[in-house]
């Protein structure tokens, strides 16, 4: 096993920090109901002085988004992504728990792609930082206009910054499952997720 009590204790706080991220994924689309509500009621009354909330399409789409990277650390924690159990639930326990552990690191792959291409998709919006700063980080150049959404002027890069926030966890939570994987196949047996 690779330091089981270390990846204990870094499983206890990697859970909460992917729970408390996965939350505000949750409060996030609550707002984009309630918003959404508030819109359609205002369209209906365009007679009566009322209209749709100013942005709503941006609003809407940007909050999914965000939503979407709040849930992909916790979700990868528990195990919840889309599994094809019908084959494997016939293999011995091993094989199980080896099949996880692929599984881990492919996704663990994947979150790292993730998270390279929209850090990429973040510094080609983000219009600050020195040239030598922006270099060391491999940002490349400042844009010379900073890109706004259409109708309200946000900045792109705030939700890219805190999409990027999201699938940096992800990618922490991927790695840190493989770690689990690891030692669970050692042990010869998945623990309860």
Not at 20 to 42: D, N
Not at 43 to 49: D, L, P
Not at 50 to 68: H, I, K, Q, S, T
Not at 93 to 115: E, T
Request: hydrophobic share 50%.
């Amino acid at each position: 096993m690779i330091a089981p009590r270390i990846e204990a204790r870094a499983g206890r706080v990697i859970e909460f920090l992917a729970r408390l991220v996965a939350y505000s994924g949750g409060l996030i689309l609550l707002a984009i109901s309630a918003m959404t509500v508030v819109s359609i009621i205002g369209r209906m009354g365009v007679g009566y002085g009322l209209g749709p909330v100013p942005g709503d399409y941006e609003l809407v789409a940007n909050g999914c988004a965000l939503a979407v990277f709040s849930f992909l650390p916790y979700c990868q924690l528990k195990r919840g992504h889309v599994t094809v159990d019908i084959l494997t639930d016939h293999f011995p326990a091993r094989v199980r728990v080896f099949m996880g552990l692929l599984g881990d690191v492919l996704i663990s792959l994947g979150a790292l792609v993730i998270l390279r291409q929209l850090w990429f998709g973040f510094a080609e919006k983000f219009p600050y930082g020195s040239d030598a700063l922006r270099e060391a980080l491999s940002m490349g150049y400042k844009p010379f206009y900073p890109e706004t959404t259409y109708e309200l002027q946000i900045p792109v890069w705030i939700p890219y910054g805190f999409a990027l926030l999201g699938a940096a966890l992800f990618a922490l939570v991927a790695l840190y499952t493989v770690w689990r994987s690891l030692n669970w196949l050692s042990a010869g047996q998945e623990d309860a997720v």
